[in-house]
């Protein structure tokens, strides 16, 4: 089955302790994207990847890391998280000429205190 | 500055009748709009889309308007059924490898 995976779904940390969040798909993609989901927000972009090696910023790319050293994994990482990272976060992966049609994982919520 | 804009927040039809989901862009060069419905504790899924080049996109049930002029689309969903209740975001990009910009999303409620 064609799928984007994320883990973990659900995670609780406390301030400064470095994280990370998981994501990886079987469909062969070249471009990978995270996205954060605040309230009256919507979904804003944080990183992508067109393709192994090559990253770059989103919108909102401040307190995020990325790599992608594989084609099938792009993980989040969280270095020093703080309360405003507080979010519900989601990554997606489409071929490279159709990033208008992208397919996005099940989501991970993060609440830091 | 929200170039992807969706002004109301929620909409309740009842079963049956049509729902009507409205969505405004500033930027001139989006060439590609998209619908994806997001159910809660999954991630969005793509709907249905549309290129600048046409005014209608029809797919079942779903179909798409944009208005280039007054740089608006609009989803119709007919008839509404109570599974459709999600929240609608509307996306749009300039060009096939340009990313996507969302909208804040529209919470459809279908009363049976």
């Known amino acids: 089955e064609a799928q984007v995976t994320q883990n973990p779904r659900y995670l609780i940390t406390v301030t400064g302790k470095k994280l990370t969040v998981t994501c990886s798909q079987n469909?062969?993609?070249?471009?990978m994207s995270w996205y954060r989901q605040d309230p009256g927000l919507g979904l804003r972009q944080i990183y992508y990847?067109?393709?192994?090696?090559?990253?770059d910023k989103g919108d909102v790319p401040e307190g995020y890391k990325v790599s992608r050293k594989e084609k099938r994994n792009f993980p989040l990482i969280l270095e020093s998280p703080s309360p405003n990272q507080t979010s519900l976060y989601f990554c997606?992966?489409?071929?490279?000429?159709?990033?208008?049609?992208?397919?996005f994982g099940p989501g991970t919520r993060l609440t830091v205190t | 500055d929200q170039q992807v804009k969706q002004n109301s927040p929620s909409l309740s039809v009842q079963e049956g009748r049509i729902s009507i989901l409205n969505c405004d862009y500033t930027?001139?060069?989006?060439?590609?709009f998209l619908w994806y419905k997001k159910y809660p504790a999954e991630g969005p899924t793509f709907l249905i889309s549309?290129?600048?080049?046409?005014d209608k996109n029809e797919d079942g049930r779903f179909t798409v308007f944009l208005n280039k002029s007054a740089k608006h689309l609009s989803l119709h969903i007919v008839p509404s059924q109570p599974g459709d209740s999600a929240v609608y975001f509307c996306?749009?990009?300039?060009?096939?490898?340009?990313?996507?910009?969302f909208g804040k999303g529209i919470t459809l409620s279908v009363r049976p």
């Open positions: 996306a749009a990009s300039a060009g096939a490898n340009s990313k996507l910009t």
């Open positions: 990847s067109m393709n192994v090696e090559v990253t």
């Open positions: 930027n001139s060069m989006f060439d590609y």
């Open positions: 997606a992966s489409s071929l490279r000429g159709l990033i208008r049609e992208q397919y």
């Open positions: 549309i290129s600048s080049i046409k």
């Open positions: 469909m062969n993609h070249e471009y």
